[in-house]
Nanobody
Framework: DVQLQASGGGLVQAGGSLRLSCVVSGFTGDDYAIGWYRQAPGKEREGVSCIGMDDGSTYYAEFVKGRFTISRDNAQNTVYLQMNNLTPEDTAVYYC?????????WGQGTLVTVSS
């Protein structure tokens, strides 16, 4: 089975930066996409950004455009989410998601807390 290991969360002050990592294992090839989602307390999970591992195409939610950057390292089967200029509204558990066709797996989440 596909497994995803998310890491890099922590406590940061507003205006600060964090870089999240998502390591993928249990899948051969690059024909899949990795997405980052987040869920704040009392709110629904929402999409943040995603990247195609084969062609590097990217997508960003409007609320992170210009602040977050998603990237990939195919050799390491790793996707990064560089988060800059963080605000308290970015506080959430961040999850990475593997998608290949109808196949869908979730990582365990990493907590990001932004203090004001």
């Amino acid at each position: 089975d596909v497994q995803l290991q998310a890491s890099g969360g922590g406590l940061v002050q507003a205006g600060g930066s964090l870089r999240l990592s998502c390591v993928v294992s249990g899948f051969t090839g690059d024909d899949y996409a990795i997405g980052w989602y987040r869920q704040a307390p009392g709110k629904e999970r929402e999409g943040v950004s995603c990247i195609g591992m084969d062609d590097g195409s990217t997508y960003y939610a409007e609320f992170v455009k210009g602040r977050f950057t998603i990237s990939r390292d195919n050799a390491q089967n790793t996707v990064y989410l560089q988060m800059n200029n963080l605000t308290p509204e970015d506080t959430a558990v961040y999850y990475c998601n593997f998608r290949e066709g109808w196949t869908n797996y979730w990582g365990q989440g990493t907590l990001v807390t932004v203090s004001s």
